[in-house]
């Protein structure tokens, strides 16, 4: 094996089948053991194959080579699960947002787009903006109500702001671009 992988490290892609053909169904059954999905282990063992191929330099030898592709496996799931979960946050916020601006607009009240930016923020800067944005609370009684100190709660409306300005001037500068866009 060490040979192939001397082999595969040099380029040759022979070495390279090789190293895949031994690996490849090994990996493809760990993979469906940890994933418990067919089609996402296969998805899974060609993505490691693929980082195999782009890091095989930095294989050491000093674990067998099947435990250094787990690794790269293990990682490389766990990266997935991560843009999933994070994917799926992410369009569970979408749809509340879009029920809150059906609700707001069925009711004929304001909604506007420092709401939608608002909408994106994490509760705990969401929650300290708007109560002393729009419902005007000091510091020290924002900090009594989510019980945090004052100066937490500055600071968390301080970020908040800056990430809300930021999106609503790039929100700005696509409608710029747009509009430019179609004058032309």
Known sequence: MDEWIRKAKEGD???????FKENYPFLV???MKVTMNPDTAEELAQETMAKCVQKIQLYNGKSKFSSWLITIATNTYIDQCRKKKREKNWLGQEEINRRLKWHFESR????NDALTVL???SEGLR???ILKHYYGYSYEEIADMMKILPGTVKSRVHNGLVIVRRELKMDEETESYD????TR
């Open 13 to 19: 892609h022979h070495a390279f089948a090789f190293l």
């Open 29 to 31: 059954k760990y993979l």
């Open 108 to 111: 004929n009240e304001e909604w």
């Open 119 to 121: 909408g994106k923020l």
């Open 127 to 129: 929650v300290p903006i």
């Open 179 to 182: 509009s430019k866009r179609t």
